[in-house]
């Protein structure tokens, strides 16, 4: 009986150290998926000896063998050489959906923030005669206030918004880490799972809720009663402890406790995470559903795309079926701190009009049921949706600039293959 190296083993390709093909890349194949999408290519440390899984009917790649070819090493390669590129198709894809998912960050976080300052100025401001529901009253407005004050006041508070994700991204991590609540649900969720991520949801924003209060304040505060020598990045975090330890400049008899804004503020937040949820898996479904058979699976947008426009429009659905519920919480936690904002009806001098720069807040409700009421029998239904055309004009921006995004992606994707 023949002798045989004992680090060879027959039928499995397992090859020993003295294989001159020891150590090389090689395929791997998955079923059930086309063929240009099956290769994928790994390379083996030299002291994992034995990693080989080739499938029937496959070769490894020759040691002579160009990377054009079959991914192979050239003959002066070795393990200092360049590691196997990716194919074109996959760098293409990879820019497509990096550069979608950029823009449609860049239009969510800072091009849409001159909107978001607008609407809560709206929200609060119950003086103003104008509820400013369609998209066109708001941009005349806000562009007044533009040329009155200066491109900075419709991106006053951006950093402290920032924070305040950051504070709810990392409140969720701890939270999730120490309990059993889930930061995710899993593909078969039972009902307790459900009910704590629900919880977990709530708990987060009732710990940001301090640092929220904040934001708000920075964020509708007029830029003409702002004192610039006294503010700076960490306003958002020092206001938000003062507020939570009841320390600080001192405020109104009218301000309510935190107490008052946690029934509130956890509510806005599992209702508009239950309906964007259910509205971005509706439009993933749907989409999947429609989906031609012939479309090319490797088409980034066809594997990117989607999702963003599920996440685009569960935001849009969300944001409007819980527009009452946050017109009512961002007044509640205004009221009492002496905040004075700009005036939503227009931007003239006082003696030339009848509308002033600014104006306060001075609201005296005494609980959010009382809020919801009092809104409905002063202001009717429409109170609940000052700013609303606001609203519009934010998401009509961010679906414009991921459109024109795909469009131009398109056409540089459509060059390439023709190149």
Known sequence: MASRRPDSFDGLGYRGRDDPLYGASYPLRSAGAPTE?????????????????LHTGERTPQHDEQLGEHGGRGVAGGWDAPQPGVPPGEQMNRFAGFGIGLVSLFTENVLSHPCIVFRRQCQVNYHARCYHLTPFSTVSVMYALTKAQGVKCLWKGMTSTFIVHG??????????EFTPLPRDLPHRWTMKQLAGHFLLKGLTAVVALPFYCAS???????????????????DCIREGVARLLGVGAPHSRRLLPLSALLVPAALHAILRYVVMSCVQRLVLWLHQRTKKQ???????????????????????VADVLVFPLETALHRLSLQGTR??????????????????????????????????????????????YRGFGALVTQYALHGALLAAARTVLRLLLLDGRLS
């Open 216 to 234: 708000l304040i920075e964020t509708v505060q007029s830029e003409i009663v702002r004192d610039e020598s006294s503010s700076g990045l960490l």
């Open 37 to 53: 999408l099956q290769q994928h290519w790994v390379t083996t440390p030299p002291d994992i000896p034995g990693s080989r899984n």
């Open 294 to 316: 012939w479309t090319e699976p490797s088409n980034p947008l066809d594997n990117y795309f989607p999702e963003l426009a599920a996440a685009w429009a569960g935001a849009l």
């Open 167 to 176: 504070i709810t991204l990392g409140a969720e991590g701890i939270i999730s």
């Open 339 to 384: 905040t004075i904002i700009d005036a939503t009806d227009g931007v003239v001098a006082v003696g030339n009009g009848n509308s002033p720069l600014v104006m306060p807040v001075n609201t005296q409700y005494e609980g959010f049921s009382e809020c919801l009421h009092s809104i409905r029998r002063r202001e009717g239904v429409a109170g609940y």
